[in-house]
């Protein structure tokens, strides 16, 4: 972690700040997404420095009064990803204290949760689909897909993968990554109750941990240790 980027962490863990859950009319070019414990901030990169976060936008759990008490308290404690979904309409957020979410930026209101053992990271797919990455846990170790209208729902499909961290989905190929311990693969969504493994690679080393696109449209994977590797 960049020594600014981690005082940035500091900052916005130490400072007391107005709870906002209204997203700004207008999100400046240059802003980031920070998550950790029960919160999820975005920040101003502009306006900020490392040991002032300028915050525009920010959710917590604990007092999302339309989750059941025991996501509220509980399940999403522990978030440890979020991503920014139909072009920042929402936000997918995951919580290794067992679930996942979808957030309504505009509102700040929770559409969608589920319970996801040690949950890792999320997708969107298409037909109102969600894939969830469940990683190492007595319940977990696998993918995991969901039905977005269903709230606190079983999934529809599941697949196992070994310490399950990074999915990716492509629209326009239709075909959705995921990353585990020592693999990479790609999966064909069939129907939207299906997932059809096409390939799997063994990635360089062990511990794959985040999976990303890049602007040069290649899919780049990331393990513990401090080596990158791209897939296509």
């Known amino acids: 972690m960049h020594l600014v980027f981690a005082r940035l962490l500091i900052a916005v863990s130490s400072t007391l700040f107005i709870y906002v859950n209204a997203l700004p009319k207008a999100i400046p070019p240059k802003a980031f997404m920070v998550c950790g414990d029960s919160k999820i901030f975005l920040v101003d990169y502009m306006n900020s420095n490392d040991t002032n976060p300028k915050i525009i936008w920010q959710w917590d759990a604990h007092v999302a009064a339309e989750l059941p008490e025991i996501y509220r308290t509980e399940l999403f404690n522990t978030v440890d990803d979020c991503k920014s979904a139909n072009n920042g309409k929402q ?130 994977l990331s393990r513990r240790k401090p080596v990158l590797g791209n897939l296509i």
């Not at 679930?99 to 949950?119: H, L, Q």
């Open 91 to 220: 936000i997918l957020v995951s919580s290794s204290s067992r679930a996942v979410g979808i957030i309504d930026t505009e509102s700040g209101r929770v559409i969608f949760y589920t319970r996801v053992p040690n949950g890792h990271s999320m997708e969107l797919l298409s037909d109102n689909r969600l894939i969830a990455a469940s990683s190492l846990d007595t319940d977990g170790n696998k993918l995991m897909l969901f039905d977005i209208n269903q709230l606190d729902s079983k999934p529809l499909l599941t697949d196992t993968l070994e310490s399950a961290h990074g999915v990716v989905w492509d629209n326009e190929r239709n075909r959705l990554y995921a990353l585990g311990f020592n693999v990479s693969r790609e999966y064909k969504m069939i129907s939207p109750n299906m997932l059809l493994k096409n390939n799997q690679w063994i990635i360089r080393g062990t511990d794959g941990h985040d999976l990303q696109w890049f602007v040069v449209v290649k899919l780049y």
